[in-house]
């Protein structure tokens, strides 16, 4: 079983070695993988729509993993019981329902060791509901694949304090800045140059206010990378088992065509 980068990168924050439930499964694509690369040996596989479910049945029985992986058919969390999961995946799901599941089914969400998440809008709106509720961000990667950038927020109880552009940027992300967090930004940065030509041949005051907020976006990005290593006092802690785990998945065999949510641009 082959994933893209997006799944890919989420599959390498997972725990290894200990149970992980993939809520949004579609057809089981990251547990299967998870499984058969021994990542994990067992897998939860959920989603609250019974096609899914019934697709997830018949790919997993085509890998001979009926064993190793449940598929169940519910709503969120409500699939699990507390403690049951070492990690909890949530991906290709907008941030806000993100917030809902987590909400929800605090309790379960809590009992989870570590929470993986691959929003697809609304990063920020995820960030301080994290901070808000008890979890910290311990790792964050950007993943990058037909042309879009797909951020991917860890998040493990804690304590969490974060500035306005780490909110919107993400702390982890600012601080150790990896190359794909820094491309997304020109791109996003190219991005903004091509809408303020355009507004800039039209008048009125909703392309002026359109203008000033692109500016404004646009002087953050070149204060984010101006500076090549942010003030380490709110430093997300327990990074480096992190980065060991996202470098022994990332060695295994992922790669391939992503079959995981919706293919659309996702900004921090």
């Known amino acids: ?23 949004g499964s579609d057809h089981a694509y990251l547990p299967i993988a998870l499984v058969l690369q021994r990542i994990c040996p067992q897998a939860i596989a959920a989603d609250k729509n019974e ?6 049945r018949r790919f997993i029985a085509r890998y001979g993993l009926c064993d190793q992986i449940d ?3 519910g709503d969120g969390l409500a699939v699990l019981q507390p403690g049951e999961a070492t990690t909890i995946v949530l991906a290709g799901m907008g941030g806000r329902l993100i917030c809902d599941i987590l909400q929800n089914a605090l309790t379960t969400a809590r009992s989870a060791e570590r929470l993986v998440m691959q929003p697809q809008k609304d990063c920020a709106s995820l960030r301080t509901f994290l901070a808000e509720n008890g979890w910290q961000i311990d790792l964050e990667q ?6 879009f950038f797909y951020p991917v927020i860890a998040a493990v109880r804690g304590k969490m304090s974060l500035s306005p552009l780490e909110v919107k940027y993400g702390p982890y992300l600012m601080h150790e800045r990896p190359p794909s967090f820094i491309q997304m930004l020109q791109h996003r940065r190219s991005e903004i140059r091509r809408l303020l030509e355009l507004l800039a041949k039209e008048s009125g005051e909703s392309a002026a206010e359109r203008r000033a907020v692109l500016q404004e976006e646009e002087q953050e990005l070149a204060i984010i990378m101006r500076n090549d290593r942010f003030d380490n006092k709110n430093k997300p802690k327990g990074c480096g088992y992190a980065e060991n785990i996202v470098c022994a998945s990332a060695a295994g065999s992922f790669g391939g065509s992503d079959q995981h949510g919706t293919d659309e641009f996702v900004g921090v």
């Not at 096609?51 to 997830?56: E, I, T």
């Not at 950007?142 to 042309?147: I, R, S």
């Open 1 to 23: 079983m082959d994933l893209g980068a997006r799944l890919q990168t989420v599959a390498g924050m997972v725990y290894p070695g200990r149970l992980v439930a993939d809520i």
């Open 51 to 56: 096609g899914p479910c019934q697709s997830a």
């Open 71 to 73: 598929v169940r058919c």
């Open 142 to 147: 950007v993943a990058q694949e037909n042309g």
